[in-house]
C-alpha cells in the first residue's frame, strides 16, 4: 500500500498542473520516523508516523496511520493526515493498492453502474454494483481519470482464492 498524491493532469487541470510540478508532487515520496506497537487482549496495532515529501521542498502531509489487527481476522486502518497549507491543493489523497491481475470481480456500494466523478455522476445512481474490472476502462484520447466511482462505501475485489474488502463509515472514490 502506498499513499499517493500524484495522476495524470487532466485538461480540467491545465491553470494548476505547473504548481504541482514546482511543489514536487510528481516527485512524493514517503518518509517514516517512527512505528511502534502495541499489544491488547483482541488486537495488536501498529502506529507510524510519516509524512510525503519530494526531493529538496517542504513537506506536503505529516501522516499518522494506525493499523489494528483483530485477532478474528479483521483489519482496520486509520489515516490521520495534516497538509503543508502553503503548498497548492493536491490532485488527489488516497491509497494505492497494487493487486495481481487474476482480481477480476468487483463489487461495490456507491454510485454506478457507470465511471462518474464530482461533476460527471447524473447519469448514475447509488446502489449495488458488480463487475469486472476489465469492462470498468474508458478509452479517452488524452489522459483523464479513468474508472472513478464516487460515494461509495464499500468495495470488495476478489480472485478465485481471496477477496479483499474495504467498509469505511465515510464516503470515498475508487478506480481501477
Given at each position: 500500500m502506498?499513499f499517493?498524491?500524484?495522476?495524470?493532469?487532466?485538461d480540467?487541470?491545465r491553470?494548476?498542473k505547473?504548481?504541482?510540478?514546482?511543489a514536487?508532487?510528481?516527485q512524493i515520496?514517503?518518509?517514516?520516523?517512527?512505528?511502534?506497537f502495541?499489544?491488547?487482549?483482541?488486537k495488536?496495532?501498529?502506529i507510524?508516523?510519516?509524512?510525503?515529501?519530494?526531493p529538496?521542498?517542504?513537506?506536503v502531509?505529516?501522516?499518522?496511520?494506525t493499523w489494528?489487527v483483530?485477532?478474528?481476522g479483521?483489519?482496520?486502518?486509520?489515516?490521520?493526515?495534516?497538509?503543508?497549507?502553503?503548498?497548492?491543493?493536491?490532485p488527489?489523497?488516497?491509497?494505492?493498492i497494487?493487486?495481481?491481475?487474476?482480481?477480476?470481480?468487483v463489487?461495490?456500494?456507491g454510485f454506478?453502474?457507470?465511471?462518474?466523478?464530482?461533476?460527471?455522476n447524473?447519469s448514475?445512481?447509488?446502489?449495488?454494483?458488480?463487475?469486472k474490472?476489465s469492462?470498468?476502462h474508458?478509452?479517452y484520447?488524452?489522459?483523464?481519470?479513468n474508472?472513478?466511482?464516487?460515494?461509495?462505501?464499500e468495495?470488495?475485489i476478489?480472485?478465485k482464492?481471496?477477496?479483499?474488502?474495504?467498509?469505511?463509515?465515510?464516503?470515498f472514490m475508487?478506480f481501477?
Amino acid at each position: 500500500m502506498n499513499f499517493i498524491i500524484w495522476r495524470a493532469p487532466t485538461d480540467n487541470d491545465r491553470k494548476i498542473k505547473n504548481e504541482w510540478i514546482e511543489a514536487g508532487f510528481n516527485q512524493i515520496t514517503t518518509r517514516v520516523y517512527s512505528t511502534k506497537f502495541e499489544k491488547y487482549s483482541n488486537k495488536i496495532e501498529i502506529i507510524s508516523d510519516l509524512t510525503l515529501i519530494p526531493p529538496y521542498r517542504d513537506r506536503v502531509l505529516d501522516i499518522t496511520v494506525t493499523w489494528s489487527v483483530y485477532s478474528k481476522g479483521l483489519i482496520k486502518c486509520d489515516v490521520k493526515a495534516n497538509k503543508n497549507m502553503t503548498t497548492p491543493y493536491l490532485p488527489r489523497f488516497g491509497v494505492e493498492i497494487k493487486l495481481d491481475k487474476s482480481y477480476e470481480d468487483v463489487s461495490y456500494f456507491g454510485f454506478g453502474p457507470y465511471e462518474n466523478y464530482t461533476d460527471k455522476n447524473l447519469s448514475c445512481y447509488l446502489g449495488r454494483f458488480n463487475s469486472k474490472i476489465s469492462e470498468m476502462h474508458e478509452d479517452y484520447i488524452r489522459p483523464q481519470e479513468n474508472g472513478s466511482h464516487h460515494f461509495c462505501r464499500e468495495v470488495s475485489i476478489n480472485n478465485k482464492k481471496a477477496k479483499i474488502y474495504v467498509l469505511s463509515e465515510n464516503d470515498f472514490m475508487f478506480f481501477v
